[in-house]
């Protein structure tokens, strides 16, 4: 009788498949890949397959992987002091605020730490509205602001419906300024904006401004499309705001820390945040830590009440040395500049491949948060598969997917977008490497367009 061997790669998938859950995804079924090491650009699985990394896994490993730095600051600190809650400070603390103060825009000054993106947007949310005494949240509908109940409901990502008969209430949605589909047929980029602002300010007087707390704004789009704002565009959402006494929250987490080819995704359009959420870049990603940052005036007005907000992982000293060393490291190894360039010569390759492959419709980018959207017919932009499709009408999209990752790939794909985000080190050679995989796997939506 024969006996079957298990391997260590088959015991270490059946352990995360019997004792863990996997996010946004059935449980049954799921064939993960066991990455054994990473570094740079690179990730490699168990058995010594090499895959380039073209999203930052979720658009967060800004520096690369394994960065011998952050580890050395990591264990340093450990070494030190481990964790003290947070009414106790730490060197680590006091150094990471103020170099945030310094690369954030206008004058932020202050920072509140949590433990990612989500949680810094609902603590964003919930400073907002005690700051104001206004109570409503105005957001854009294809936006993505996380996945807790606040932050989902904010954002406009179909992944919140299996539970929004539970939403958060005092949040409204307006239509974005995606000028490819635009919903107002605009003939022009700034013709979008004008109409988009024009549709916002129309709803904030419907639901009373004296209502509206904030409105609140990826600094540049992200896992929703890379929806490009129109020139013009947040500096009249800026205008709006200061009409009625409105603050602006600024979502970063996504397109902070030199993703986009500056500091901050809003730095490109010269407008001054109130409160700034961040998260992702803020460590690359290798140790969990999220914040927001805030005008002082709106700090000092906690300095005689006190500030109802608090996380017993806030600020925690192991992550605030992690956020020290890659500030230092995007400094040193000057990557915010090196994504501005790399995003201009993917922006140059992208003229060719869309030559090349009929199955491109548009290609939407800001340094190096890019994204790709596939469709069936340029002149009427029917989408390869529609937003929001669910498994079954994935079908040519699976297709792409899977051969990405079969020619040794890693890259985020929703509907019919496939993201080019790789980590803010990459190089010409690894953008073409990069490219080429999608080309090749392009040939199959190719076959579907008309």
């Given amino acids: 009788m024969e006996t079957t061997t298990v391997t260590e790669k088959d015991e270490i998938i059946q352990n995360n498949m019997n004792y863990t859950l996997t996010s946004w995804s059935k449980q049954r079924g799921v064939k993960p890949v066991v990455i054994d090491k990473a570094e740079g650009v690179y990730l490699y699985d168990i058995d010594g397959k090499k895959y ?32 003290v809650y947070p009414g106790m400070v730490t060197k680590a603390r006091g150094e990471l605020g ?27 949310i919930k400073l907002a509205r005690m700051y104001t005494g206004r109570h409503k949240i105005v957001t854009l509908y294809q ?9 989902s409901t904010a954002g406009g990502d179909p992944r919140k419906l299996p539970v929004d008969s539970q939403q958060s209430p005092n949040f409204v949605h307006v239509e974005n300024p995606f ?19 024009e549709h916002m300010e129309r709803v904030i007087k419907y639901e009373g401004p ?9 600094g540049e789009s992200g896992s929703s499309g890379c929806i490009k704002y129109p020139p013009g565009y947040w500096k009249k959402v800026k205008a709006i705001a200061e009409k009625y006494g409105i603050l602006i929250i600024d979502d970063e987490v996504m397109s902070g820390f030199g993703r986009t080819g500056k500091w901050f995704g809003i730095d490109h359009h010269g407008v001054e945040p109130d409160i700034l959420c961040m998260a992702k870049g803020i460590t690359s990603a290798y140790l969990p830590l999220g914040g927001i940052i805030v005008k002082e005036e709106i700090a000092k007005a906690f ?15 192991v992550t605030m040395a992690a956020a020290n060393a890659v500030i230092d490291i995007y400094e040193e190894e000057n990557l915010v500049d090196n994504a501005a360039e790399m995003g201009k010569y993917i ?17 939407r980018n800001t340094g190096l948060l890019g994204c790709m959207e596939l469709v069936k017919n340029r002149k009427t932009k029917e989408p390869m598969v529609r937003w929001n499709a669910p498994a079954d009408e994935m079908g040519v999209m699976n297709k792409v997917m899977a051969k990405i990752a079969e020619l040794g790939m890693y890259t985020m794909g929703r509907w019919n977008y496939i993201f080019v985000a790789p980590p803010l080190c990459v190089t010409k050679e690894q953008v073409d490497e990069g490219l080429d995989i999608i080309s090749e796997a392009l040939k199959i939506a190719d076959e579907e367009t008309n």
């Avoid at 022009?188 to 109409?195: F, I, L, R, S, V």
């Fill in 52 to 83: 380039i990394d073209f999203s930052s896994q979720l658009i967060c490993v800004n520096i690369g992987h394994g960065h011998p730095k952050v580890a050395s600051a990591v264990a340093e600190q450990m070494k030190d002091v481990s964790y």
């Fill in 210 to 218: 004296n209502s509206i707390a904030a409105i609140m704004m990826e």
């Fill in 179 to 197: 000028f490819y589909r635009c919903p107002w047929n605009s003939s022009t980029p700034e013709e979008c904006a004008d109409m988009a602002a």
């Fill in 143 to 151: 936006s993505y602001h996380g996945a807790t109940y606040a932050s």
């Fill in 303 to 317: 300095d005689d009440k006190p500030l109802m907000l608090g996380l017993t992982y806030s600020a925690h000293p």
């Fill in 347 to 363: 922006n140059e390759k992208m003229c060719s491949m869309m030559e090349k492959h009929p199955s491109i419709g548009d290609w």
């Fill in 98 to 124: 103020k170099k945030l103060a310094r690369i954030t825009p206008g004058t932020l000054s202050r920072t509140f730490f949590t433990l990612g993106g989500a949680e810094a947007v609902e603590n964003a």
